[in-house]
């Protein structure tokens, strides 16, 4: 069973970058699709991005053109490059094997200040 775990997150200005890494600890990694989804405080998960496993990416409309998802299988990570973030991009951000959620890793804190 793969578990994931979230890792770069972090306290940024406004308009500021980060990107977030995601590593799966099995074999199983490559074939999954890997969701990123978020928690802005007070509020439910919320689907942010998701890359197959041939490393097709789609994203929310709100992210478009700022966000970038990637993947490397032989490292079974993923990667969230983050750039011009803005104040609505706080919140608890999470790796995931489904969109649900149900399947996702502890999370890293991401804050954007003014």
């Known amino acids: 069973l793969v578990q994931l775990v979230e890792s770069g997150g972090g306290s940024v200005q406004l308009g500021g970058s980060l990107t977030l890494t995601c590593v799966g600890n099995?074999?199983?990694?490559?074939?999954?699709?890997i969701y990123w989804l978020r928690q802005a405080p007070g509020k439910g998960l919320e689907w942010v991005s998701d890359i197959s496993a041939e490393g097709s990416t789609d994203y929310t409309d709100s992210v478009k053109g700022r966000f970038t998802t990637s993947r490397d299988n032989a490292k079974r990570t993923a990667y969230l490059q983050m750039t011009s973030l803005r104040l609505a991009d706080t919140g608890v951000y999470y790796c995931?094997?489904?969109?649900?959620?149900?399947?996702r890793g502890p999370g890293t804190q991401v804050s954007v200040s003014a």
């Open positions: 099995d074999f199983g990694f490559p074939y999954y699709i």
């Open positions: 995931a094997l489904d969109i649900s959620g149900k399947r």
